[in-house]
Each structure stands twice: as structure tokens, then as C-alpha cells.
């Protein structure tokens, strides 16, 4: 009972940080539209990671060891597969041309939508496990429950991370005109393919129309939902609990604002991201599909995926040193 009471509580905190820190964001800090330079951006990042991390501690003291665990390794992992989705953010607006002082509106609302589509893909998946559990059966005297949409997760993270890792093909631009997002909003409303500042609708000779913006959203919104068929079925090998797979992921996400404005003048510090997020994947369907007959610690779980993302970024940054060396160097020969 003590334990459902501390869940409770702990969902009540997590709600009213939420709400107090996306109200302080949206009418004290961004009530007008404007660029989002790049100290505010790494200000504001700071203060959701740290956010994320704190909570952490406040679930390690009031839930233990193994439930911060879990909660940790769902955040980095929501976290690192959240910043490949973000260099299709900056494709987006590329194609669209949007204005830089817009793309913050787009993106709050982006995550908005995203927050209430996590929450119905975490609970509703949690419900579809409980429920998807075969006959149990012996082996060398040991008892095996296998659980077929855990096992169906594991294959296709080991599928998503295999893909990942293959080259793609550069000379192939996609075109955001066709995609489902563009298709749903000019079916659903008359579109003027036109910015009318940061509004999502306008009225024009009398008739009510949506705006360019409006369409940019439903395609952040669109790429966001496909993104988390790949994030969500992840940690779902990482815990079974709905309070720690939420916070995690909903704290994961909501610095994604902040960062995407580092992010877009700081390409070359993620070089090597794809192939951490592609060995993450298949060791989270690994770790689904081995689950019936071995359990790994979320504590080793946590290490090994703290270990790909750190091993990852220091040599990107070390890739990206020596390119911007070489650089220098053939540009100071040619001044002589």
C-alpha cells in the first residue's frame, strides 16, 4: 500500500513540474514569437536534463536503487533516440523554409502532441504485455514464461538496429509534400501555402484557412508518432512499470525544444550517434528477447548503454577536432 501511495505522489510531482515548467516556458519566456538564440537554447537544455536527473535522485531516495535504474536507462535511451529525431526536425523546417522565429511555437506544440501520444502508447502498451503471455513451460527444471509481443519487440529492434547502421542514400531528398501529416491537413481544410506569422489559421475574404505552419506541425507530429514505434517498444525492456516509463520519457522529450536549436548549428558533434543508437537498439531486443530465460540487471543495462552513448560522443567530438585541424591547415597553406 506504501508503495502505491509513493506512486501516486510521485505522478502528482512529476504533473505539477510539468505544468509549471511548459506554463513558464509558453507565457513568460516565449510569448511572442522570435529566434531562440543559442545560449538561451543551451540554458534551457541545461535545465531540462537537470530536471530529468533530479528526479532520478528523488525516485532513487523515495522508490531504491532499481527503480532509478530503470528509470535512468529509459531516459538515456528515450533521450539519444530522441536526437536522431531531431535531425528530421531540421530537415523539415529546411524543406518548408520556415523561419527561424516560428520553429519554437511548431516544436512546443510538436512535444505537446507528443506528450498525450507517449502516454497512450506506454499505458496501452503495458496492458497489450500483461495480456500476451504464453503457457509457461519447463526446461531443465526451470520455468519459462515467454511473452510473444516482448519477443516480436526484441526481432524488430534487432531489425531497427541493423537498418541503422546501412548507408543511406544521400542523392534521395524525401519530399515533405507527400507525406501523411501534408495529406491529412489538406484533406481535412482548405490550405494557404502561405506563413501568416506564427498562426496556425486565417481568414481570408471570409473563408477560414489553415496556414503552412499548421502543415509543418502535422509533419513533426506525424514523424514524431513514427519515431516511437521505435523508443517505445525499447523501454519496455527496461521496466514494466507505467509511472517510470512515462516520467522517463516525458522528461526525455521535453528539452527536445532547447536542444534542437544547439543541435542545428552542431551536426558534426553527433558523427557517430547512428551507430550507438543502432547497437543500443539491438541490445535492448536482445535483452527482450532473452528476457524469459535471463533477466540483466537494469543497473548493467544502464552502464552499457551510458558506456555506447559516452564512447560514441568522444569520438565525434575527436572526428570532428581533427576535420576542423585539417581544415585550418589546408586553409592558413593556401593564404601562402
Given at each position: 500500500m506504501?508503495?502505491?501511495?509513493?506512486?501516486?505522489?510521485?505522478?502528482?510531482?512529476?504533473?505539477?513540474?510539468?505544468?509549471?515548467m511548459l506554463a513558464i516556458d509558453l507565457f513568460l519566456f516565449n510569448r511572442k514569437a522570435r529566434k531562440i538564440n543559442i545560449k538561451e537554447?543551451?540554458?534551457?537544455s541545461i535545465i531540462w536534463i537537470g530536471l530529468g536527473l533530479l528526479f532520478g535522485l528523488y525516485l532513487f531516495f523515495n522508490l531504491g536503487v532499481e527503480k532509478a535504474s530503470q528509470y535512468y536507462t529509459a531516459f538515456l535511451i528515450e533521450k539519444a533516440l530522441s536526437v536522431d529525431n531531431l535531425f528530421v526536425f531540421i530537415m523539415v523546417f529546411k524543406f518548408f523554409k520556415v523561419p527561424d522565429k516560428y520553429q519554437h511555437k511548431v516544436l512546443f506544440y510538436g512535444i505537446i502532441g507528443a506528450i498525450v501520444m507517449r502516454a497512450i502508447f506506454i499505458f496501452f502498451g503495458i496492458t497489450l504485455i500483461e495480456l500476451s503471455y504464453l503457457p509457461s513451460f519447463e526446461i531443465w527444471g526451470n520455468t519459462i514464461r515467454i511473452n510473444f509481443i516482448l519477443t516480436l519487440f526484441g526481432f524488430f529492434l534487432?531489425?531497427?538496429?541493423?537498418?541503422?547502421?546501412?548507408?543511406?542514400?544521400?542523392?534521395?531528398?524525401?519530399d515533405y509534400n507527400n507525406t501523411i501529416g501534408t495529406k491529412i491537413i489538406h484533406k481535412l481544410?482548405?490550405?494557404?501555402?502561405?506563413?501568416?506569422?506564427?498562426?496556425?489559421?486565417?481568414?481570408?475574404?471570409?473563408?477560414?484557412l489553415a496556414t503552412q505552419l499548421l502543415v509543418v506541425l502535422a509533419v513533426i507530429e506525424i514523424t514524431d508518432l513514427l519515431f516511437a514505434v521505435d523508443s517505445i517498444p525499447a523501454i519496455f525492456a527496461v521496466s514494466?512499470?507505467?509511472i517510470i516509463l512515462y516520467t522517463s520519457n516525458i522528461f526525455a522529450i521535453?528539452?527536445?525544444?532547447?536542444?534542437?536549436?544547439?543541435?542545428?548549428?552542431?551536426?558534426?558533434?553527433?558523427?557517430?550517434?547512428?551507430?550507438?543508437?543502432a547497437f543500443i537498439l539491438a541490445?535492448?531486443?536482445l535483452k527482450m528477447i532473452i528476457s524469459s530465460f535471463y533477466h540483466i540487471p537494469s543497473s548493467i543495462s544502464l552502464g552499457i548503454v551510458g558506456s555506447i552513448l559516452t564512447f560514441c560522443l568522444i569520438l565525434s567530438i575527436k572526428k570532428h577536432k581533427s576535420q576542423r585541424t585539417q581544415y585550418e591547415t589546408i586553409t592558413n597553406n593556401k593564404k601562402f
Open positions: 506504501d508503495y502505491f501511495k509513493e506512486e501516486g505522489f510521485t505522478l502528482i510531482s512529476f504533473g505539477l513540474i510539468i505544468i509549471s537554447a543551451l540554458f534551457w534487432l531489425y531497427a538496429g541493423w537498418k541503422s547502421l546501412l548507408p543511406e542514400d544521400e542523392g534521395d531528398q524525401e481544410f482548405p490550405v494557404d501555402p502561405k506563413f501568416h506569422g506564427d498562426k496556425f489559421f486565417v481568414r481570408i475574404n471570409g473563408r477560414k514494466n512499470d507505467p521535453l528539452g527536445l525544444r532547447a536542444l534542437y536549436f544547439l543541435l542545428a548549428s552542431a551536426f558534426d558533434l553527433f558523427g557517430y550517434l547512428k551507430y550507438g543508437l541490445f535492448i531486443g
